[in-house]
């Protein structure tokens, strides 16, 4: 019996005993959690850095303010979210009373990714713990400053039999797969997501998928400068480019080209200055084979902003390709870094005819004013979520389920619709006795039917 077993074990037990059902408990433990993160701030915020070379201000807002948001934010709704849901009871079933009770699934995994260390992997931990499961969390070996002192802020919070870290990379990951969790989380490529599932039916456990893939942004003529331009830049460049839902590349018309690429280039130089390997706002690449799979997606005779790098400081520096087209090296997979490759387009309907062939994105974002081009593009492609007039920033509205469709993606969180996803809504009928329709049993006779296709 391995380690990963005997922990599988004491979690099952603890479950099985009733010790995650208590709302309180399990609010106590994710605000422990908020607590310990309270107090390793300085060594996480180390970490970070060591890994991925993120400013104090991004790494606060978009890893640690975000998950103690969702911490606060589950504690004051849980027992509001967790109560049995009320549904009504239709006419064959009459009279009874209806409702779906929303009850944990039991041992969970949860595997993340190194890109937004604390967020990626934390988010989905509390809020599976709240939900009433217990977790084994295993981060990214990609980020191993980080990864170790998560399990240092969770070791400390709660017991290890609701919550447990497990550092490592793919043999653990394979191991722990193995094991016959309940319900399966993961955040990563497209690729390892099709292991992770096919190593899931093994024990037919449910299965999140957080995925990626190349997320288009579509800017009109019409798209208000420079503000679009500023949000594309400051999307797309936010931790090196190594966002899952960061625009992975614009579709321009035509006739706007030129004036987009001159104000991208205004605002990569008023965020970063005129020497970005010096901004202290602009991040590293992980790791060298991210750094040297980049590199090599720079195309020199396409580059009309940056292009420089360097591999010693694993530094590329916000880099512009145009005019690119759907055949180039750059356009073949999910990017991840910082090159944004710029494609013009002279018909709309051309362009919702390609990326409806296209897999189906984790976002899309859509520059213009015209409330008639936002729906036509809104109701033709699919996607998991987005912007419009912006990009990113639907992650940060806690009130829209976050998630990706088809190879992108399945499952949505933040908030309830993550409490419900790490959740079996089970539906129960509370039937009266003291009636009883003879009508549904045998023997059945023409009188009865006819009484039965009345009521359907
Ligand atoms: P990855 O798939 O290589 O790794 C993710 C996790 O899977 C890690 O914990 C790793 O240890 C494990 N893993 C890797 N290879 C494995 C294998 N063969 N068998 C079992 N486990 C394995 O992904 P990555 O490079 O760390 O992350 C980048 C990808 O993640 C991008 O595609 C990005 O878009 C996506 N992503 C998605 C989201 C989202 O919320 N949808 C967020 C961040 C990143």
Not at 211 to 232: E, T
Not at 322 to 332: L, N, T
Request: glycine content about 8%; hydrophobic content about 40%; overall charge positive.
């Amino acid at each position: 019996m391995n380690n990963y077993q005997a922990l599988f074990d004491r979690q099952y037990n603890y479950f099985f005993n009733g010790n995650t059902r208590d709302i309180k408990g399990r609010i106590d433990a994710i605000r422990s959690i908020g607590n310990e993160l309270n107090r390793f701030e300085k060594q996480i915020n180390e970490a970070i850095f060591l890994d991925l070379r993120k400013s104090g201000f991004e790494l606060f807002t978009t890893e640690i303010a975000s998950v103690q948001h969702e911490i606060k934010w589950i504690s004051s709704q849980l027992r509001k979210w967790t109560r049995p849901i009320k549904v009504r009871t239709n006419l064959v079933n009459l009279p009874g009373r209806s409702r779906i009770i929303i009850e944990p699934y039991g041992n969970t995994l949860i595997i993340g990714t190194w890109n937004y260390p604390f967020l990626l992997n934390l988010k989905p931990a509390v809020t599976a713990i709240a939900a009433g499961n217990p977790v084994i969390i295993k981060p990214s070996e990609h980020s191993p400053h980080s990864s170790e002192i998560m399990a240092k802020v969770i070791s400390a919070a709660i017991p290890e039999e609701r919550g447990s870290v497990v550092l490592g990379g793919i043999p653990e990951v394979t191991e722990l797969l193995r094991l016959p969790f309940e319900k399966i989380f993961f955040t990563g490529s497209t690729n390892v997501g099709k292991l992770v599932m096919k190593a899931a039916a093994e024990n037919l456990a449910s299965v999140s998928l957080e995925l990626g893939g190349k997320s288009p942004a579509i800017v009109f003529p019409d798209a208000v400068q420079p503000v679009s331009a500023r949000r594309i830049v400051w999307g797309k460049f936010l931790n090196a480019g190594q966002t899952c839902i960061a625009p992975d590349y614009i579709l321009v018309h035509e006739s706007v080209a030129q004036n987009l690429i001159d104000n991208l280039a205004l605002q990569i130089l008023s965020m970063f200055g005129p020497d970005v390997s010096k901004s202290d706002a602009f991040g590293r690449i992980v790791d060298q084979r991210h750094f040297e799979r980049l590199a090599a997606l720079i195309d020199p005779a396409k580059t009309v902003i940056g292009g420089t790098h360097s591999l010693k400081d694993l530094f590329i520096s916000p880099t512009v390709l145009y005019p690119v087209s759907f055949s180039d090296p750059v356009m073949q997979e999910e990017i991840f870094g910082p090159i944004l490759p710029v494609i013009p387009y002279s018909d709309i309907d051309d362009v919702i005819r390609q990326l409806k062939s296209l897999p189906k994105p984790l976002a899309l974002y859509v520059f213009t004013k015209s409330v008639k081009d936002q729906d036509k593009v809104f109701s033709s492609v699919s996607f998991g979520g987005g912007c419009i007039n912006d990009a990113v920033m639907h992650i940060a509205n806690p009130y829209l389920p976050f998630g990706g469709v088809g190879p992108s993606g399945n499952g949505r969180y933040h908030g309830r619709s993550g409490i419900l996803e790490f959740s079996n809504q089970k539906s129960v009928m509370n039937k009266a006795t003291w009636i009883d329709p003879f009508i549904r049993y045998p023997p059945f006779t023409a009188f009865k039917e006819k009484i039965l296709r009345k009521l359907l």
